[in-house]
């Protein structure tokens, strides 16, 4: 197994490109279900998540052919309608097939997700929507087995919570659906907006995209003809790096990337002290040398993302002061705490809510990735502890992060990914 060995530097210089958005990236590879051609897609990212899901499709017969610039997938060969456990345990955003199998060919087995470390995720949202738009739907032996005995038919769904890939999946199912699907408390977040704009250009009609309501009119089970297109850049995985930029107090220019997607969490860095300069395709964050406290709730967009938490609770023990820190999307997203406190942090928890103290020396020691943000919350410590950080089970870092190490060698951090 894998593990990162990291030197704490005293700065990092230079350009960071972004990659495309793996939450983008998922749904509309799940999408490709709904073409009668071949459908090509350019700058998805080189990470696990990525590669789960396409294997999950050419398990059900479909041919898909990888490549940064230009993935091609041909689902018009699909055969098989079946979402192993093999699969759907090591991604549970392989729930995105549900959706657009069901719209497709009448009938699905998807392998119950289960839960993730950061909480039980359900996805009862999803089935109770599916269910309204005429979906049968039972649960065998930890499968969910869904069938559409008339078709799929478009009504009116009001999300109790807003969920990104709820959404997805009922887009992508009403894109099929018979007549118009209302979807109300829908998520904004741009990756869903992405699909919208990529089902409309392929003959959807989608009003609404962006906002909380929107309305599709269904094709009633004709196949789309989906052009090509780029996914957007990951705002989260750049998220991360401006973090880096302002923990280790270094002037650092991301691009290929989408500030108008990044405005909570550039606010909030603002907050910090730092500032920046900003590109229709680029951000340079010109640090603080003194960062400031901050107090974070993490919501849906374009609030702060949940997914950003963990980094800066990273980047808040190095604040001189109290930042307070409230999750209010997952039940238990605090698994970054444990370790960051075997490195020094001064973090408190009460329910949902963690309390940093800083500035904070850390110092490197042995540490472990639970789940994909924390992992890089940890990355964010160890470039400041004094000495030596190794991280272990980085799989977690590397179903999100495309090549990591490299794009912050590439800045002068001291990264080598090492064998246990
Ligand atoms: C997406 O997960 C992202 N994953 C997550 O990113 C992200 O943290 C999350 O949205 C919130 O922004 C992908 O897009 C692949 P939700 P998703 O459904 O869709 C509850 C990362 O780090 N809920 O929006 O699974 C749920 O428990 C990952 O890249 C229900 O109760 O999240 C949660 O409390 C982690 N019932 C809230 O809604 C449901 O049926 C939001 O979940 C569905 C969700």
């Given at each position: 197994m894998d593990y990162l060995k990291i030197q704490g530097v005293d700065s990092l210089h230079g350009n960071i490109q972004i990659s495309g958005a793996k939450n983008a990236s998922l749904p509309l590879i799940a999408m490709a279900?709904?073409?009668n051609n071949e459908v090509k897609i350019n700058n998805l990212p080189d990470v696990a998540d990525i590669k789960t899901l396409l294997k999950l499709l050419s398990k059900m017969g479909s041919s898909c052919h990888f490549d940064t610039q230009e993935t091609i997938i041909n689902t018009t060969t699909m055969d098989k309608t079946k979402a192993t456990y093999d699969i759907v345990k090591t991604m549970?955003?392989?729930?995105?097939v549900l959706g657009p199998i069901l719209a497709r060919f009448g009938h699905c087995e998807v392998s119950l997700p289960g839960g993730c470390a950061i909480g039980q995720r359900p996805i009862d949202l999803h089935l109770k929507a599916l269910e309204q738009m005429g979906a049968k739907i039972d649960i065998k032996a930890g499968y969910i087995e869904a069938t559409t005995p008339n078709g799929l038919v478009g009504c009116e769904i009001i999300f109790d919570k807003i969920t990104v890939t709820g959404t997805a999946n009922i887009v992508m199912a009403a894109a099929l659906a018979k007549g118009q699907t209302t979807i109300i408390n829908a998520a904004r977040e741009p990756e869903v907006v992405q699909l919208c704009e990529v089902l409309s250009k392929s003959g959807v009609t989608i009003e609404g995209i962006g906002t909380a309501v929107l309305k599709i009119q269904g094709t009633d089970g004709e196949l789309l003809n989906i052009e090509e297109f780029s996914i957007i850049p990951d705002r989260i995985e750049a998220g991360t790096y401006l973090c880096a930029g302002a923990i280790t107090n270094s002037e650092i220019t991301l691009t290929k990337v989408e500030p108008n997607h990044l405005g909570a969490v550039i606010a909030k860095l603002e907050e910090m002290g730092n500032s920046f300069s900003i590109t229709e395709e680029s951000i340079t964050i010109h640090p603080t040398s003194q960062l400031k406290p901050v107090k974070i709730i993490t919501q849906e967009y374009p609030a702060f993302p949940t997914d950003m938490q963990a980094q800066f609770m990273a980047l808040a023990t190095q604040a001189d002061g109290v930042s307070i820190i409230e999750e209010r999307l997952f039940e238990n997203r605090f698994m970054h705490v444990s370790e960051l406190q075997r490195m020094g942090a001064d973090i408190s928890l009460n329910g949902h809510t963690a309390t940093v103290h800083g500035k904070t020396p850390l110092s490197g020691t042995d540490v472990m990735a639970t789940d994909l943000r924390a992992s890089s919350a940890l990355v964010l410590a160890a470039l400041i502890a004094k000495g030596e950080t190794n991280i272990h089970r980085i799989y977690h870092l590397d179903r999100g992060y495309d090549n990591l190490e490299k794009k912050l060698e590439g800045v002068g951090a001291k990264v080598a990914r090492l064998q246990e």
């Open positions: 279900i709904l073409a549970r955003a392989s729930i995105l």
